[in-house]
């Protein structure tokens, strides 16, 4: 099974950008899909990047499309996440999350079971 570490979290100003880093171990990233996922306290985990890592396929929710941007190296194994024109609204823990189910859609929809997590990293915007 694929171990999963992310990293760049961090406070942010509104307006500002952070990349997200996601690098896997124990099996290459190429027969998985990759999605990121955010959860805020007292709300439910939403999707909000996804990408078949063989074909570079992506989804996005409406909720960031156009700011945000998911890509990934092969050669790092690693999934990225960039994140611009940030807002207070997309302060939550981020994870990233694995499966070799399925379509990057439905895994951004939450309708996988997905079995792979990272520990989160949290990101806060605010001034």
């Known amino acids: 099974q694929v171990q999963l570490v992310e990293s760049g979290g961090g406070p942010v100003q509104p307006g500002g950008s952070l990349t997200l880093s996601c690098a896997a171990s124990g099996f290459p990233l190429s027969y998985y899909n990759i999605g990121w996922f955010r959860q805020a306290p007292g709300k439910e985990r939403e999707g909000v990047s996804c990408i078949d890592f063989s074909h570079g396929s992506t989804y996005y929710p409406d909720s960031v499309q156009g700011r945000f941007t998911i890509s990934r190296d092969g050669a790092k194994n690693t999934v990225y996440l960039r994140m611009n024109m940030l807002k207070p609204e997309d302060t939550a823990v981020y994870f990233c999350?694995?499966?070799?189910?399925?379509?990057?859609?439905?895994?951004?929809?939450?309708?996988?079971?997905?079995?792979?997590w990272g520990q989160g990293t949290q990101v806060t915007v605010s001034s």
């Open positions: 999350a694995a499966t070799r189910q399925g379509t990057t859609q439905a895994m951004c929809n939450g309708h996988l079971d997905v079995s792979s």
